[in-house]
């Protein structure tokens, strides 16, 4: 089992910027996608950013044009980047990173953002 520990959450106010990093313990072989996806109290698990081994990126409506998706292989890390932040993403975000044969999530990490 891959460790993954997530850092960078916190509270900021509406507006303001904060970067999510996502580190593997160790390389991760076989690796489909990465993602990010968040959970807010009493609402479902929803994808907000993915990339895949061949780079391809997608983003969820909500997030397009304020969260950019990225990767550094050498470092087997996965970030997050999120600018113009609202209210309506304060939320746990957790990591995951899709492998031909299994899933594996961080665990998680609050963003808190206040009007």
């Known amino acids: 089992q891959v460790q993954l520990v997530e850092s960078g959450g916190g509270l900021v106010q509406a507006g303001g910027s904060l970067r999510l990093s996502c580190a593997a313990s160790?390389?991760?072989?076989?690796?489909?996608?990465m993602g990010w996806y968040r959970q807010a109290p009493g609402n479902q698990r929803e994808m907000v950013a993915r990339?895949?081994?061949?780079?391809?990126?997608t983003y969820a409506d909500s997030v397009k044009g304020r969260y950019t998706i990225s990767r550094d292989n050498t470092k087997n890390t996965v970030y997050l980047q999120m600018n113009s932040l609202k209210p309506e993403d304060t939320a746990v975000y957790y990591c995951n990173i899709k492998t031909i044969f299994n899933d594996n999530w961080g665990q998680g990490t609050q963003v808190t953002v206040s009007s």
């Open positions: 160790e390389s991760i072989f076989s690796v489909r996608a």
């Open positions: 990339i895949t081994g061949a780079g391809t990126t």
